[in-house]
């Protein structure tokens, strides 16, 4: 079956810890994604990356890095440089030059206190 | 930059027709996107328009005015199932990679 798998649902961290975020798909597409979304909003771009190696900030990519090192994978780290990173992550890939068209992984639910 | 107006909720019941209107303004535009979301879970694709007019796929249609930068999502012959979020998200043209930029989202309650 194909997809993008992300891990793990639900992920508690302590302030200060910086955190890697898994996000893998087996879709064979080129894009890939990282979305936030807090309650009762809508999706805000952090990072995405149209190929491997290569990779551009979205709207609110402050205290977040990525890396794309093979094409099924684009994990996330939340740094301790994000003020609110409290939220629910969601990885996203598409063929190219079809972003508007996404796959969406099950999404992994930060808490950090 | 980019801007989505949504409404942020509409109820209705079994069996009616529901429109939820999509506002933008962005810097560019190449098209207008519809993902539904449960609570909880991750957003699916439901249509996309790239030119005027109405799309239909089942239940669902998608119209877009690009001179009026409007779009709007039908869902008819409401179902218990349809209650969720609908987001409609911009394809800008004139952004690097052709990303997609999304609004606040509906929230749709059906009720019996």
């Known amino acids: 079956d194909g997809g993008i798998t992300q891990s793990p649902k639900y992920l508690f961290r302590k302030e200060g810890q910086n955190v890697t975020l898994s996000c893998e798909q087996n879709l064979n597409h080129d894009a890939m994604y990282w979305y936030r979304q807090d309650p009762g909003q809508g999706l805000r771009l952090i990072y995405y990356s149209q190929i491997v190696n290569d990779f551009q900030k979205g709207d609110i990519a402050e205290g977040y890095s990525v890396s794309r090192e093979k094409k099924e994978s684009f994990p996330l780290t939340v740094t301790s440089a994000q003020k609110n990173p409290t939220a629910f992550y969601l990885c996203?890939?598409?063929?190219?030059?079809?972003?508007?068209?996404?796959?969406f992984g099950p999404g992994t639910r930060l808490t950090v206190t | 930059g980019q801007s989505l107006e949504q409404p942020s909720e509409v109820t209705a019941v079994e069996g009616a027709i529901v429109q939820i209107n999509c506002t933008y303004q962005t810097s560019g535009f190449y098209g207008l996107s519809w993902y539904q979301q449960h609570d909880g879970g991750a957003p699916t694709f439901l249509s996309y328009?790239?030119?005027?007019g109405l799309e239909e796929t089942g239940r669902f249609s998608s119209f877009l005015s690009r001179s009026d930068s409007y779009g709007y999502l039908l869902l008819q012959e409401l179902q218990m199932k349809d209650s969720a979020s609908y987001f409609c998200?911009?394809?800008?043209?004139?952004?690097?990679?052709?990303?997609?930029?999304f609004g606040g989202g509906t929230r749709v309650l059906v009720k019996p």
């Open positions: 996203a890939s598409s063929a190219s030059g079809i972003s508007y068209e996404q796959y």
């Open positions: 328009n790239a030119l005027d």
């Open positions: 998200a911009v394809r800008d043209d004139k952004a690097a990679g052709n990303k997609l930029t």
